[in-house]
């Protein structure tokens, strides 16, 4: 292939942008702030799922406490119906007994489910304790990742602006290079990890760092200067500069 130097030259700033929108696309990619969003989210959903526990452990407990509650009515109504039936009095010895039998039955069934209630009360406040806390951490996830994402989106904006500038000012060079040339350093850049073409330095390719040296370096000594030469090592396209060393 053949192209004029000066396209060639074109090159090295082709390859300088591109490396530059590339470096600016990772940075987008692995922003701290994307990892910490992540992270983030992960505790959130954590806690989300606590806190759906706590509450059907709370809704169960309220379940409790009403059937407690209901239970002692009940047994008040019947202790009250009772102690009625023994003031107004008439009431057969036996009878008699076993009222009162009942009435101390009653006041210790009433005794027992006065604990269990005050348990379960004592159970909800501690589950109500938990809850809080755990709203009060989600609350702060909240905090942050609403500081998280504005930080993120600065980056994005700042990231995004430059991918725009540069990405105007990479078409502007391409136009500067020839079709065939420019689809032979695409086609390289893309097979050699973002890096289609390079300078030649002190003999050195800045591609693969390696010197040339020999036949190769010879070669490239007799090129034509419009002659597209290419690394024997990593194959990216030589572009020879003031500074190449020949
Ligand atoms: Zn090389």
């Known amino acids: 292939m053949k192209a004029d130097p000066s ?12 490396t530059e929108l590339a470096q600016l696309l990772h940075r987008r990619r692995h922003l701290p702030e994307l990892a ?14 606590e806190a ?6 709370l809704d169960d407990i309220a379940d409790d406490q009403r059937r407690f509650e209901r239970e002692i009515d ?27 039998h009942e009435i101390a039955t009653l006041a210790r069934r009433q005794s027992t489910l006065e604990d269990d209630l005050l ?15 755990i709203v009060q951490k989600q609350e702060s996830f909240a905090t942050d990742r609403t500081e998280l994402d504005a930080t993120r989106d ?15 000012e990479r078409a502007e060079i391409a136009g500067d290079v020839p079709a065939d040339l420019l689809a032979l350093y695409d086609k390289i850049r893309a097979a050699s990890g973002g890096v289609g073409a ?21 070669s490239v000594r007799v090129a034509a200067p419009d002659a597209v030469v290419r690394c024997e090592n990593c194959r990216r396209i030589l572009v020879r500069t003031a500074e190449s060393g020949l």
């Not at 010895?93 to 076993?98: Q, V, Y």
Request: glycine share 6%; proline share 1%.
């Open 7 to 18: 396209a060639q030259l074109r090159l090295l700033d082709l390859q300088a942008a591109d």
């Open 36 to 49: 910490a969003i992540a992270a983030s989210d992960e505790q959130t959903a954590l806690l989300r799922g």
């Open 52 to 57: 759906l526990e706590l509450q059907t452990q």
């Open 74 to 100: 009940t047994v008040q109504t019947r202790a009250k119906r009772d102690d009625q039936r023994l003031t107004s009095g008439g009431l057969p010895s036996k009878e008699l007994e076993g009222l009162q």
């Open 119 to 133: 348990d379960v009360m004592q159970r909800r406040e501690n589950l109500d304790a938990e809850l809080a806390t």
């Open 154 to 168: 600065g980056h994005f904006a700042e990231i995004d602006a430059n991918t725009t500038r540069r990405a105007a």
């Open 198 to 218: 390079a300078a030649l330095r002190h003999r050195r390719c800045e591609g693969c760092h390696l010197e040339l040296a020999g036949s190769e370096l010879n």
